[in-house]
């Protein structure tokens, strides 16, 4: 898969609200954090506890991919999220960097 494809594979699990197969993508010490700012859930394990909680909030929680770039040992997705589907969307870019295949860090840019 080409880092873009694994990009997009990680979104269709979070629409899945598969925690497991979405951090299965990633290395051991990923984090995800705001863009250039704080870690906001540290560590794979740490990863997966944040989704499992955000998915038992949010049940209905998806993101749609409006378009994606890859370039070197990023991928870049623009993303409209919404919580539920009654909920008010937002659209978000979201940064992957890569270490080989599998995705180190993930940051997000509203």
Do not use: C, W
């Not at 993101?63 to 009654?86: D, T």
């Amino acid at each position: 898969m080409t880092k873009l494809e694994i990009a997009e594979a990680m979104i269709a699990h979070y629409n899945a609200q598969d925690a497991d197969a979405y951090v299965a993508l990633m290395t051991d010490d990923a984090a995800e954090a705001g863009y250039r700012g704080d870690v906001v859930r540290d560590g794979k394990e740490g990863v997966r506890a944040g989704l499992k909680a955000m998915f038992a909030e949010f049940p209905q929680n998806r993101a749609e991919i409006l378009s994606g770039y890859a370039l070197g040992n990023f991928a870049v997705l623009h993303e409209k999220v919404a919580r539920s589907p009654e909920a008010e969307p937002f659209e978000v870019m979201t940064i992957y960097s890569f270490e080989g295949d599998k995705v180190s860090r993930v940051e997000f840019v509203r």
